[in-house]
């Protein structure tokens, strides 16, 4: 991906690694579209950065994804990056008497059919630009499943699963398929005590460290690794999976 002169759309842009993400991206002479739920988040990271578009989006809305697509497509018919990087964590208790399917459900929905809906329907503005990405935000947990949250690890490894299958059909196009790995990272995704956990990585480090890597295109097979991820990602053939499977297990 060239890191200048792109139009960008990423989901989950109103806070964490979305917003962090794009700043970096704005700074760096893009324009982006970011998109999330909260209009107040979105007007007030559009001000901090001029140039900026903020649009409104609940990914949840099977409806809504279309409309917004077909807005973003006659507003930005140069779009060539989709950055997919809304999503929810929660945790789920299947020793409970009984499961709250609620929150699987919608875990699917946000982290799963989401991507699947945006990205067909703004597959064909990026295939008719000259060079285009297609990116989702995974999870180190894509690889190994943290046992509190079965349904956010299971989403992500279907994520990962899923963005190899249409690199592999997209491979003969103009359209790059990325995957972006966070390792735990210093954001609000569970809560506000994860902003502040010094077991995460703070979220400029992750930052700086994604753009030096896409600067670099160091991305071997599509993957977007950075350094912290790479125990989790690599587990199962550095034969240490079951250990770090026990050691999330009992967080
Ligand atoms: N932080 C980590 O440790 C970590 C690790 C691995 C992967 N990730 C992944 O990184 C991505 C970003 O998470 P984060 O850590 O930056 O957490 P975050 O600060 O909670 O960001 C989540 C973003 O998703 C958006 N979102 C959630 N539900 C939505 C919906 N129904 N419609 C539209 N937007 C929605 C939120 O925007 P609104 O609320 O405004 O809609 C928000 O901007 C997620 O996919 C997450 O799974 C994070």
Do not use: C
């Amino acid at each position: 991906m060239n890191i200048t002169g792109n139009t960008i759309l990423i989901t989950g842009g109103t806070s964490g690694i979305g917003k962090a993400l794009a700043e970096a991206l704005h700074a760096r002479q893009n324009k982006v579209i970011i998109a999330g739920r909260r209009q107040q988040l979105l007007d007030q990271v559009t001000a901090a950065n001029p140039g900026m578009i903020g649009l409104q989006l609940d990914v949840d809305d099977k409806g809504s994804i279309e409309q917004f697509a077909a807005q973003v497509q006659r507003q930005f018919p140069e779009l060539n990056v989709l950055i997919n990087n809304a999503g929810i964590m929660r945790a789920e208790d299947y020793t409970a008497e009984k499961v709250d399917v609620a929150t699987a459900e919608a875990t699917l929905t946000t982290n799963i059919s989401s991507v699947v809906r945006l990205t067909a329907a703004l597959l064909p503005t990026l295939k008719a630009q000259p060079k285009a990405t297609l990116m989702a935000t995974t999870s180190g947990l894509a690889h190994v499943p943290m046992a509190a949250f079965p349904t956010y690890s299971g989403t992500k490894a279907f994520l990962h699963a899923w963005l190899e299958a249409v690199r592999f059909q997209l491979r003969n196009t103009n359209v790059e398929v990325l995957e972006l790995t966070p390792p735990y990272v210093q954001t609000d995704l569970t809560g506000s005590h994860q902003a502040n956990d010094p077991r995460a990585m703070p979220l400029d480090e992750f930052i700086t460290e994604v753009m030096q890597i896409l600067e670099s295109g160091n991305t071997p097979k599509g993957e977007i690794l950075v350094e912290r991820v790479k125990p989790l990602r690599w587990a199962e053939k550095n034969g240490s999976y079951e250990q770090l499977l026990t050691a999330l297990g009992s967080q």
